[in-house]
């Protein structure tokens, strides 16, 4: 599997003159990277809150040379090594939480979880209460691209169906037209502001799919700018390749030539690249049949890539059952499965993803079978599925509202859904999703008791606080 992107700390703006104690502040690196619980750099270099009108040259050396004296110093450092969570409220898979915990973070992973733990030497942050619950995971969105489709919503509440607008040449070719316009930073300038929003929400990992070049380097683009997008925010991101995702009209051959040339060669290239955690394609009538989809599966299991597959979505297109062959990380939407389709990845171990924003959005009456699902013990993800047409959704709490009031999905089922079945889509069940020691110390401080106040209510961000590797980046 190609290597997860590093999270790299943004580029530090030198100092101006009379800025000195915040070039200090600065040289430990940006705000998010920097715990409320530890002691602030400027309690701690009490004269540095003092202006003092200096060169810009004499600034920036200075600026440096305390910036290394930090790094180099850590054993004479004032900041904690240990931080500790207290009379925390943890709400996690059963979606009722039990009594008051403390959460010891050490090297950015939760090291113990227990009533009172020792205090000695940690940074404190004080729950007073609150829930506590795994940071959340958007596992699958199309959060890079160019412009919107609002227009299509009107084409829909006057009666055209998802299939009338792409024969049209709307839906996913519309968004190609505006992705393609876009260079890097435009795409990153463009999906900031909906990257924000789920951060604003307690999410601490997104899935972002590629899918709105249909040609090779506008694919390469929308992944570079997902990787972009992790370095200049604190989240963990993990990128899709969907060339596959349907048919450009300007592409000259047919369907078998297109994922010959452009989502297979697309591939190799972006595996080479390190752009790459997983493959994915659009099982359906209007995009890729299994047969057409199976030689890019093959080729991303040679290379050491796990697949995901949009499925059965409009149709019945035994896309599951290829998935379930190449043991797929996931299946995503599944509103037309089978109990065929239940028992082939309750065997492969893959889980379900619904996604009721384009369930809702779409007008849609046919539900996945949810209770074969649990009758099964088939995990079950929810995500936003934030797309520009079919599923503008930039709100994993109305999500769960959704896959609650539409799809009949429990509290817990809603937070599981979002947390522990979430990180196993993606392949990071051994690193987030849960509240455990050893796991990334992801998690989310609510102004709630229940996580049913989390599920149940619209319009109101209950978010307290956001951890994110040890580190409150959202307070």
């Known amino acids: 599997?190609?290597?997860?992107?590093?999270?790299?700390?943004e580029d530090a703006r030198p100092p101006t003159s009379g800025e000195y104690s915040s070039?200090?502040?600065r040289a430990a690196g940006p705000a998010w990277q920097r715990s409320s619980c530890a002691p602030s750099l400027t309690s701690a270099w009490g004269p540095c809150r003092v202006k003092i009108p200096l060169p810009k040259g004499l600034l920036l050396c200075i600026y440096l040379f305390v910036g290394c004296a930090i790094s180099k110093?850590?054993?004479?450092?004032?900041?904690?090594?240990?931080?500790?969570?207290i009379n925390a409220r943890l709400g996690e898979a059963a979606g009722s939480p039990g009594p008051l915990q403390d959460i010891l973070v050490e090297d950015g992973r939760i090291a113990a979880i227990a009533p009172a733990l020792p205090r000695d030497g940690a940074g404190i942050n004080d729950c007073e209460g609150r829930l506590v619950t795994p940071a959340f995971i958007d596992c699958h969105t199309?959060?890079?691209?160019?412009?919107?489709?609002?227009?299509?919503?009107?084409?829909?509440?006057e009666g055209a169906s998802y299939q009338d607008i792409a024969r049209a040449g709307g839906g996913i070719v519309s968004s190609m037209r505006a992705t393609r316009a876009l260079d890097v930073d435009g795409l990153v300038t463009a999906s900031l502001p909906r990257l924000d929003a789920l951060l604003g929400e307690g999410v601490s990992t997104v899935e972002i799919k590629s899918g709105y070049g249909l040609e090779i380097e506008t694919?390469?683009?929308?992944?570079?700018?997902?990787?972009?997008?992790?370095?200049?925010?604190?989240v963990r991101i993990r990128t899709t390749w969907l060339a596959a995702h349907a048919m450009p009209p300007d592409y000259p051959g047919g369907k078998t030539e297109y994922i010959q040339d452009v989502a297979i060669a697309g591939l190799e290239r972006a595996h080479a690249e390190g752009l790459v955690d997983a493959v994915d394609a659009f099982c359906e009538g209007i995009a890729f049949s299994a047969a057409e989809i199976e030689p890019l599966f093959a080729r991303a299991a040679a290379l050491g890539l796990p697949v995901k597959l949009h499925t059965e979505q409009l149709t019945r297109s035994g896309g599951t059952l290829l998935a379930a062959r190449f043991n797929a990380l996931s299946v995503e939407h599944f509103e037309y499965a089978t109990a065929e389709d239940v028992a082939a990845i309750r065997?492969?171990?893959?889980?379900?993803?619904?996604?009721?924003?384009?369930?809702?959005?779409?007008?849609?009456?046919?539900?996945p079978p949810l209770d074969a699902l649990r009758k099964a013990g088939v995990p079950i993800a929810l995500a936003t599925d934030c797309?520009?047409?079919?599923?503008?959704?930039?709100?994993?709490?109305?999500?769960?509202n959704m896959g609650a009031v539409l799809f009949g999905m429990t509290v817990a089922e809603c937070l599981d859904g979002v947390t522990r079945h979430a990180a196993r889509?993606?392949?990071?069940?051994?690193?987030?999703?849960?509240?455990?020691?050893?796991?990334?110390a992801d998690f989310t401080v609510w102004n709630a008791e229940t996580a049913a106040q989390l599920v149940g209510r619209l319009g109101l961000n209950p978010m307290h606080s956001r951890v994110f590797q040890g580190t409150v980046t959202h307070d």
């Open 387 to 400: 797309n520009p047409g079919t599923s503008p959704v930039s709100s994993l709490l109305l999500t769960m």
């Open 73 to 85: 110093t850590d054993g004479e450092s004032e900041l904690p090594q240990k931080l500790l969570w």
């Open 425 to 440: 889509a993606l392949g990071l069940a051994g690193e987030t999703g849960r509240m455990a020691p050893g796991m990334s």
């Open 219 to 234: 694919e390469l683009n929308m992944l570079r700018a997902a990787r972009k997008l992790a370095e200049l925010r604190p």
């Open 1 to 9: 599997m190609a290597p997860r992107p590093s999270q790299r700390s």
């Open 142 to 157: 199309h959060l890079v691209h160019g412009g919107d489709r609002t227009q299509e919503f009107e084409m829909r509440l």
């Open 347 to 367: 065997a492969s171990g893959t889980v379900a993803v619904l996604l009721p924003g384009a369930f809702y959005m779409l007008r849609e009456t046919r539900k």
């Open 23 to 25: 070039a200090i502040r």
